[in-house]
């Protein structure tokens, strides 16, 4: 297992360096503007944290987003086809995990498109697949009675937007390392996050950020209601210190098939508000059992 989880660690780290030997020598007093405030709402996503653990159990996730834009006035919409897939890796404290929009759809009007910097030969409105990410999560300290537990991850994100004439999506590979510490505490969990998240620009250039997270989770028999405060500050200081805070409703985790909502408000270089609803599908494929203390 510990072989099979590093060769997958090597693979998307490695993929990453590929991506980082510049082409030319970068100018690094031009701002790029390459960032999440001048993109659609998938381009540069604020990631979901981490609470100290990772699912122990098959986890298909799949839901229907609404964005609203507050870049500009006048219209600014997204609407979005979102799919996750968490599978654990011979044990329950190692996860692949996959998300990704698969179909993305949206319909701007002029100052949007001018604050967006669109072409005015492009239209405002249009669809497309979203990028792919891809991580692998580690459970590292399983959580006891005085200790909390941590968790770390490593993601990739593909450079498969096709939308940049429109301003919605951006060509670039990305890639981000965090880590998290969570502790149950009755009903209620709490977590704290941080890590280093960085994305390709422009021609041989890269925008590297720091990561940040809160998380407070209270678990009740017929649901589950968290609060996520997170967001990361890249370098240009142009566009690329998003932060949001999300609100997410869950049904009992013992449901094979378990309805969510979420709520998500973006602030500064984030400027839209989500609404998102769907389904999640769990089953224990390693039907594994919690040795007694």
């Not at 609407?79 to 998300?99: A, E, G, Q």
């Not at 400027?271 to 089953?283: E, K, L, N, T």
Request: with cysteine; aromatic share 14%; glycine share 10%.
């Amino acid at each position: 297992m510990k072989k099979a989880a590093l060769i997958i660690l090597a693979v998307l780290l490695g993929a990453n360096a590929l991506a980082e030997v510049p082409l030319t020598q970068p100018d690094l007093s031009t701002k790029t503007m390459i960032g999440p405030k001048f993109f659609g709402p998938n381009a540069f996503q604020v990631p979901e944290m981490l609470d100290g653990t990772v699912s122990p159990t098959l986890q298909a996730e799949l839901a229907g987003d609404y964005f609203k834009g507050r870049l500009a006035s006048g219209r600014d919409n997204f609407y979005d086809i979102h799919v996750k897939i968490s599978i654990p890796l011979w044990t329950p404290r190692v996860n692949l995990t996959f998300w990704m929009p698969v179909c993305e759809w949206w319909n701007m009007g002029e100052n949007a498109r001018i604050a967006r910097r669109v072409s005015p030969e492009y239209s405002g409105k249009g669809h497309d697949a979203g990028a792919a990410f891809l991580s692998i999560d580690f459970c590292i300290l399983k959580e006891k009675k005085y200790c909390p537990a941590i968790a770390i991850r490593a993601a990739l994100r593909t450079a498969s937007d096709g939308s940049f004439e429109h301003g919605v999506g951006y060509d670039c590979p990305g890639y981000f390392f965090d880590a998290a510490i969570g502790k149950n505490f009755g009903p209620v969990r709490l977590a704290l996050s941080g890590g280093f998240l960085c994305w390709q620009t422009d021609n041989g250039r890269q925008n590297d950020a720091i990561m940040f997270g809160a998380l407070a989770r209270y678990e009740h028999r017929w649901v589950s209601l968290s609060a996520q405060f997170g967001g990361y500050w890249g370098w240009e200081k142009v566009g690329d210190f998003p932060m949001t805070l999300r609100v997410r409703a869950e049904g009992p985790r013992e449901w094979m098939f378990r309805p969510f909502a979420l709520y998500q408000r973006g602030f500064h270089d984030w400027p839209f508000d989500q609404v998102r609803a769907g389904v999640i599908f769990s089953y224990d494929i390693l039907k594994f059992k919690e040795p007694k203390q």
